[in-house]
């Protein structure tokens, strides 16, 4: 799919490759992610993967937009052929007692039990479409659509680190305590934040994710030093 190109400010090039959120647009953005990383082009500071679109931060004193732009076309003819290297991470979580905030609504909402629900949950296919809105926020796609539920109108308060939260077709691990209108299903202990300033989070944007069932007991013991803090 041919991409657009939009000027942000004078450091920086949006490439949009959709308007709407899909696993193809999304797959390009990567690929791209990638190739920019790969081809070193002259002052490219950062690169900044989203959904559908990823942006592209340079120093103005090097280079400038249409210099960008003209670099990421050479990308763009080869850009089926990019080999992107995906990780595979494993977050465990416990459904059980209170942690499952939400999962008798979600299931009542879909028609089944709350142990389908969790089932369902830990039969997805997720992976990393992009960072956002707090640190170490991971953005999943892959939600079964048999538990795909809208956001919900009125936002549950202090939630805890490590909750598991799903929205539609996405799911997120949280960092932080904040409040949040996605269905919580669960409370992970696996460290999203890590101590390393050359990968400050867990995950990399492309990774697949897979969620492994502990009960509250496993949860209670890998939890002690701190789940995502």
Known sequence: MKPTFKPVADHAVLVSFATKISDAANQSVVALDHAIAQAQIKGVRETVPAFVNILISFDPLVTDHQEIEAEVNKLLINLQNVSAKVGHKTVQVCYEGDFGVHTAEVAKVCGISEEAVINAHLSGDYHVVMYGFAPGYAYMAG??????VPRKSTPTRDIPAGSVYIASAQCL??????????SILGRSPTKILLDDPKQPFLFDVGDRVTFERIDLATYDRLSKGGCNG
Do not use: D, H, L, R
């Open 143 to 148: 939600v079964p659509e048999a538990i795909q």
């Open 173 to 182: 691990v949280s960092t932080i305590v904040m409040p949040t209108g996605w």
